[in-house]
Structure formats: structure tokens, C-alpha cells
């Protein structure tokens, strides 16, 4: 049998629903989700796998200006997953339509080898004309093939796009397991998860800052996992609002997320969460290389 498999990259500015679509392709939540933008700070990768053809999904943090050394960690990743994928999509905003953001990842994907598709997403949020419109800004952007619309949220427009995705791939064997979903470490996605649920939670306050690190992962029993993370903000005020009036917030993070989680696992979860102080910890490079963040 003849197979076919090949690399992804998901590009786009910050908050265009890069993550939503690479759940929906892979059927499962390999990506957390946020309204907040950079939420997405590792290159997550989603597999697909139908018939003859792998797909691997590569959810690339949003495209920024480095400021520190997390976000300098964040656009080399960029640069060095799109150097190595064999198709590139740009998904773009249906809602915001094409702006300059656009117009500069459309540019620097034309200097890359791969073929680039572009989603224009987010069409269920709009009408006609403006989909239209979108639809007739993108074909315009710089060295992009073809242009659909979707809508990650719905799933309405998805499979079109994978298939032509797919048509693209390289003969070759798949990469993964056609069982697997994702390639992140199960640490990794457990704290993730957690982190959604403070994100979502301390909408303006702290996101940016935040970042969470799974300790500890025990096994009492077969339907029973313990779980010990530790939250990381960069002041005692951040501190405040993760632990909330009373221990309310915490409370609240932990139970959304112990949801998520026994989701995830399929089982009961016991969660003991703690919140630690490091300040500037963004750009603690020995801090980072822990956190999986490359």
C-alpha cells in the first residue's frame, strides 16, 4: 500500500481560530482555546489520519514581534516549522477580513517551499457579503493557491479543505500511530488544559502572564489520577486573582479544569493546584526549556 503523509503549518495572526480548526480536522481537543490572543505558545501538533494519507498538523503560536525570550522562542518556531512543512495554511478572519498582519505571514510563506491554501474563517459569523469580500481579499494575498471558507467553530467548509490539504501530501510512511491525535507529551497537554481554564477565567487580568507546570501524575488506582500542578504569575497582585476573594477563583479554575481533565483521561481526576510567584519568568530561559516551550 502507498501512502502519503506530510507536515501542516497553520499560520495566522493572533486569534483567527488556528486552534478550533486543528480540533476540528483531528476530531479531538489537542489545542487549547481562547478568545484571548497568543494563547498558543508551542507549535502543537494534531494528527489526521484517513485511508493512505497522514496528515500532521502543526499549530503555529500566532505571528509577533519578539519582545522577550518567550516570544522570541515563539517566532523561531514559527520560522523553523514552516521551513519544514510541506503545505502551509493561512487561515485568516472572515469577521476582520485581510489586513496587513495578513498580507506580511502571506509574504513570508511565499518564500517558503510549501504550497499555501488559504481558510478564510469565521463565515458562520458573517453575511454573504462580507464572506465575499474576505473571500476576494485573500485570493489576492501574495503567492496563496486556493482560497475556502469555513468555519472551525461549525465544521462547515472543513473537510473540503483537508482533502485539498491532502491532495498535496508526499508519498511517504505515516509518522504516527493512525490511533494517535497529537504528539504533546501528556504533561503537556494536562497542563495546557488547566491553563485554558485560567484563562477563561481571569479574562483580562492575567493571561499573558500565566503559564502552568504539571509536577506530578499518579495512578492510586486505574479509574483514579492525581494530579499536582502549579500555576506561575509574575506578581503578588496576579497572585490575588488566580487565588481569588476567599479562594473562590481557585476553586473555580480547579473544578472547570478537573472537568477537562477527566475528559481527557476518562476517569476521576483529584487536582491540587498551587500559584507561585516568578517574577519576569518570560524571560527565565531555564524556566522555559521546563516548560517544554522551545
Given at each position: 500500500m502507498t501512502t502519503h503523509s506530510g507536515f501542516v503549518a497553520l499560520a495566522g495572526r493572533p486569534n483567527v481560530g488556528k486552534s478550533t480548526l486543528v480540533n476540528a480536522v483531528v476530531g479531538d481537543k489537542v489545542a487549547i482555546v481562547s478568545d484571548r490572543p497568543q494563547t498558543t505558545r508551542?507549535?502543537?501538533?494534531?494528527?489526521?489520519?484517513?485511508?493512505?494519507?497522514?496528515?500532521?498538523?502543526?499549530d503555529l503560536p500566532g505571528v509577533q514581534r519578539p519582545r522577550d525570550a518567550l516570544t522570541t522562542r515563539m517566532a523561531g518556531r514559527v520560522q523553523q516549522e514552516l521551513k519544514d512543512a510541506d503545505s502551509a495554511l493561512l487561515v485568516v478572519s472572515g469577521e476582520q477580513g485581510?489586513?496587513?498582519?495578513?498580507?506580511?505571514?502571506?509574504?513570508?510563506l511565499a518564500q517558503a517551499k510549501a504550497q499555501v491554501t488559504v481558510a478564510v474563517n469565521k463565515v458562520d459569523r458573517v453575511g454573504r457579503k462580507q464572506t465575499v469580500e474576505a473571500l476576494t481579499q485573500a485570493a489576492e494575498?501574495?503567492?496563496v493557491g486556493e482560497v475556502f471558507p469555513i468555519s472551525a467553530r461549525?465544521?462547515?467548509g472543513v473537510m473540503e479543505l483537508v482533502e485539498h490539504v491532502a491532495a498535496q501530501m508526499p508519498e511517504g510512511p505515516f509518522m504516527f500511530d493512525p490511533a494517535e491525535h497529537s504528539d504533546?507529551?501528556?504533561?503537556?497537554?494536562?497542563a495546557e488544559l488547566i491553563r485554558e481554564a485560567v484563562i477563561r477565567r481571569t479574562f483580562q487580568?492575567?493571561?499573558?502572564?500565566?503559564?502552568?507546570?504539571?509536577?506530578?501524575?499518579?495512578?492510586p488506582r486505574t479509574d483514579l489520577t492525581r494530579i499536582r500542578a502549579l500555576i506561575w504569575v509574575e506578581s503578588e497582585s496576579q497572585k490575588g486573582i488566580?487565588?481569588?476573594?476567599?479562594?473562590?477563583?481557585?476553586?473555580?479554575?480547579?473544578?472547570?479544569?478537573?472537568?477537562?481533565?477527566e475528559r481527557e483521561l476518562q476517569g476521576q481526576v483529584h487536582l491540587d493546584l498551587g500559584?507561585?510567584?516568578?517574577?519576569?519568568w518570560r524571560t527565565d530561559e531555564g524556566l522555559l526549556d521546563r516548560l517544554g516551550i522551545t
Open positions: 508551542r507549535a502543537i501538533r494534531g494528527v489526521w489520519t484517513r485511508g493512505e494519507c497522514q496528515l500532521v498538523l502543526v485581510v489586513g496587513p498582519g495578513d498580507r506580511f505571514i502571506a509574504a513570508t494575498l501574495e503567492g461549525t465544521g462547515e504533546q507529551p501528556q504533561a503537556v497537554l494536562l487580568e492575567v493571561p499573558h502572564a500565566v503559564e502552568v507546570m504539571v509536577e506530578e501524575i499518579e495512578y488566580v487565588i481569588g476573594a476567599q479562594g473562590r477563583m481557585i476553586k473555580a479554575v480547579g473544578r472547570a479544569a478537573r472537568k477537562e481533565l500559584v507561585r510567584v516568578r517574577r519576569e
